[in-house]
């Protein structure tokens, strides 16, 4: 019962970082109440549960009021008689249009499961914060799947491995990308994720002890340093260590198994941690990136060292900011905090100025207008494993894997393509 979402919880977490929208936020709440009112879900429970929950995984990410008026509404002009014009009046527009972002286009076409991917994927482009409200509602939907027929459960865990865990992963979600895996996970291969998730247990068991007197040290020294410190312990998501397993790694030899944030103050403190640190234990050779000043193309940025802990045993070592570590923790919805007012305008000139994977979507959407073609070509270029290729001036460029010198050059600029003879 304790960890039971209810109105009250929901408006004291607004109140927490935004306390001017708490009022419009509870009148969203009344609206789709109301809207929803006699309905249930296959769990039996009262309909407004669920956007309740979409509501308040959005909290947590800091959202905006807007955004949260509509996690709430997100489910009304589908499921219910609510019009546009009834949502506009209430609020504003900017509501109404995050609501039919997220709403599933309904009738009898062949391919309307295709045509509601499309629109999914295609939201970021519109407006990134109805990819965050659709990753809310996938999530809390996953976390009620076992109300689900089990065929039912397989079709959803596959096309959330497959569309939002990717999805979450440019923005830069990782808590949310990584409990989607873990859940899908769950109902794909219910037998290996019990196998994997009790070997894990078992091992993070014996390196309790071992993986605390390393923090201790760490801490100890820094502080001693005069570098004030935050410093977390982490095991790696099961999805994860299954992905490593199937390569043939061992779990003692997965580098990012057991894993320490070291949270500092400034910039320059990262890299005085990290001497620090490789002063006190062995980096493993190979393992030390710096995304600070390399950000991902999502635009994390942590410094990564992996050190050789008591008895050899392999620790991840990420150090950062307070800010990065928001960032590498939330992602884009991070910015809600770090721009506040101006937060939607910059994260969407954000995504259109950084990210390659908004303009290679574009790219796709205007090359492919048969809606199968699009989502497969986007799962094969997008959506799989890729590469990081720098060009000479040490810009990063992401290509699938199996891309090549042809798909690099084409990458950079379509003449480049089109005249290069050799490489």
């Not at 407006?127 to 689900?148: C, E, G, P, S, Y």
């Not at 910039?267 to 006190?280: E, F, N, T, W």
């Not at 390399?294 to 410094?303: F, G």
């Amino acid at each position: 019962m304790g960890n039971e979402v209810t109105l009250e919880k929901l408006l004291n977490l607004v109140k927490s970082y935004n306390p001017d929208e708490v009022d419009k936020i509870r009148k969203a709440y009344e609206m789709a109440d109301n809207f929803h009112y006699g309905q249930r879900r296959n769990s039996g429970e009262p309909y407004i549960i669920h956007p309740l929950n979409v509501a308040y995984i959005l909290a947590e990410l800091h959202a905006d009021g807007n955004t949260i008026c509509a996690g709430l509404l997100h489910d009304t002009r589908e499921d219910t008689e609510a019009t546009w014009e009834e949502i506009v009046a209430e609020f504003n527009e900017e509501v109404a249009t995050l609501v039919e972002g997220v709403t599933k286009i309904s009738g009898y076409a062949s391919d309307r499961s295709l045509i509601n991917t499309r629109k999914i994927i295609m939201g970021i482009t519109t407006d990134v914060r109805i990819i965050i409200i659709k990753l809310a509602d996938r999530l809390h939907n996953m976390r009620t799947l076992q109300f689900k027929r089990p065929e039912k459960q397989k079709k959803i865990a596959l096309e959330t491995l497959e569309i939002f865990v990717p999805l979450a992963n440019y923005l830069g979600v990782y808590r949310i990308k990584s409990e989607l895996e873990d859940l899908s996970f769950f109902y794909l291969k219910p037998d290996s994720y019990k196998k994997v998730s009790e070997d894990v247990q078992v091992f993070q068991e014996q390196n309790k002890a071992m993986l605390e007197k390393v923090l201790a040290d760490i801490r100890s020294l820094l502080i001693n340093e005069g570098i004030p410190v935050e410093i977390k312990a982490r095991v790696k998501n099961i999805y994860g260590v299954y992905k490593q397993l199937e390569q043939n790694h061992q779990l003692k030899d997965i580098h990012d198994l057991l894993a320490l944030r070291v949270i500092v103050d400034e910039v320059k403190q990262c890299y005085y941690a990290l001497m620090v640190i490789h002063s006190l234990y062995r980096p493993f050779n190979g393992q030390i990136k710096d995304y600070i000043f390399n950000p991902k193309t999502n635009l994390y940025r942590s410094l990564h060292t992996t050190i050789f802990g008591p008895n050899d045993q392999l620790i991840q070592t990420r150090i950062r900011t307070h800010e990065m570590d928001r960032i590498g923790s939330y992602g884009f919805p991070a910015y809600w905090d770090i721009y506040k007012g101006e937060a939607r305008h910059k994260m969407q000139k954000l995504l259109t100025d950084k990210f390659q994977f908004f303009k290679s979507l574009t790219e796709l959407d205007e090359m492919f207008s048969d809606n199968a073609e699009f989502v497969e070509q986007v799962k094969k270029e997008l959506f799989t494993e890729n590469i990081h290729v720098y060009t000479p001036k040490g810009e990063v460029i992401e290509l699938p894997l199996g891309a090549t010198i042809i798909d690099f050059a084409y990458r950079i600029h379509t003449h480049i393509g089109d005249q290069m003879t050799c490489a």
